[in-house]
């Protein structure tokens, strides 16, 4: 059960950007996939994050969405392991954005 009670995941891969973010840094970066994990718990969350990675190329940058406070922690330090940098992980209004960029 998710916190914000609700289920339903996608990836979206696309070859043109998802959408562009500013960072709090003030850094504007462009999404290149997005996985939709809202709705899952540990530990697919991070394996459809390893997998969106592994299909990125170096530089891109994967916007995780994840309502489940477990996953928003794990993510973070999953990034070093999947060669990736985590950038910033944001409240939304149903979840959180977690931005990582395949190094």
């Given amino acids: 059960m998710s916190l914000f009670g609700f289920k339903g995941h996608k990836e979206t891969a696309a070859t043109a950007a998802v959408g562009r973010i500013t960072l709090a840094d003030g850094r504007t970066v462009a999404i290149a996939r997005q996985v939709d994990c809202i709705g899952d718990s540990?530990?697919?969350?991070?394996?459809?994050?390893?997998?969106?990675?592994?299909?990125?190329?170096?530089?891109?940058?994967?916007?995780?969405?994840?309502?489940?406070?477990?996953?928003?922690?794990?993510?973070?330090?999953?990034?070093?392991?999947?060669?990736?940098t985590h950038l910033e992980t944001r409240?939304?209004?149903?979840?959180?954005?977690?931005?990582i960029r395949k190094d």
């Fill in 42 to 84: 540990c530990p697919r969350p991070q394996l459809m994050t390893k997998k969106a990675l592994g299909q990125s190329s170096p530089g891109e940058v994967v916007e995780v969405l994840v309502d489940n406070p477990t996953s928003v922690e794990a993510l973070p330090p999953l990034c070093a392991e999947l060669g990736a």
């Fill in 91 to 99: 409240k939304a209004e149903r979840c959180w954005q977690v931005f």
